[in-house]
């Protein structure tokens, strides 16, 4: 079946704490990318990546980072999380180029993080 | 840079009206993808339908039609007789398109209501 995975789906962590969450997608996809949802302001792209070792900030790349070592795998990194990025977090991917683009995203479950 | 405009927040109709959703984008890519998506009170995001910016042509494709201007940057997306299964949030998307790279763009969405 083809998806896009995320983990973990909730977490609840504190301040300054280190933490990943993984995507991965088994649909041979180039294009892979990461947003965060907030009431009142839709989804917003962090990230995104055209295919292994391109990646370009997307609107609030703020206090993230991404890698994408593998066409599969695109982890989604809070080295000191603070609450404002307290979010619901999806992972996304789609073919990327030439006709691919345009193409629909993919989206995972949601990863929904609060930070305290 | 690019933005989507969603200018309705929450529309509310009977079952069985028709309802259009309205999507305004501004971009300076010559080439790019518009896609509509929806959200459902479960979570999930689902494509519904997509156009390419050389591509003018409206369709419809069931239930849904779409109306895409170029000359007034709208690509609004009408529903024809609603029905309850259609309440959930409705997101348009524009992908750009600029030197290979491809940033994402969502709108802030409109909840749709429909009343049984």
């Known amino acids: 079946e083809a998806q896009v995975t995320q983990n973990p789906r909730y977490l609840i962590t504190v301040t300054g704490k280190k933490l990943t969450v993984t995507c991965s997608q088994n649909m041979n996809h180039e294009y892979m990318s990461w947003y965060r949802q907030d009431p009142g302001l839709g989804l917003r792209q962090i990230y995104y990546?055209?295919?292994?070792?391109?990646?370009d900030k997307g609107d609030v790349p703020e206090g993230y980072k991404v890698s994408r070592k593998e066409k599969r795998n695109f982890p989604l990194i809070l080295e000191s999380p603070s609450p404002n990025q307290t979010s619901l977090y999806f992972c996304?991917?789609?073919?990327?180029?030439?006709?691919?683009?345009?193409?629909?995203?993919?989206f995972g479950d949601g990863t929904r993080l609060s930070i305290l | 840079a690019q933005k989507v405009t969603q200018a309705q927040t929450e529309i509310s109709v009977v079952e069985k009206e028709d309802v259009t959703l309205d999507c305004v984008y501004e971009?300076?890519?010559?080439?790019?993808?518009l896609f509509w998506y929806k959200q459902p009170p479960s979570g999930e995001l689902v494509f519904l339908i997509r156009?390419?910016?050389?591509?003018?042509q409206n369709e419809i494709s069931g239930r849904y039609s779409w109306n895409f201007q170029k000359s007034t940057s709208s690509f609004n997306f009408t529903i024809t007789a609603s029905q309850v299964v259609d309440s959930a949030v409705y997101f348009c998307?524009?992908?750009?398109?600029?030197?290979?790279?491809?940033?994402?763009?969502f709108g802030t969405g409109t909840k749709l209501q429909v009343i049984p």
């Open positions: 971009t300076r890519d010559t080439t790019y993808y």
């Open positions: 996304a991917s789609s073919l990327g180029y030439g006709q691919g683009s345009n193409q629909p995203q993919h």
């Open positions: 156009r390419n910016s050389f591509d003018e």
């Open positions: 998307a524009l992908r750009g398109y600029s030197g290979g790279y491809q940033k994402v763009t």
């Open positions: 990546s055209m295919n292994v070792e391109v990646t």
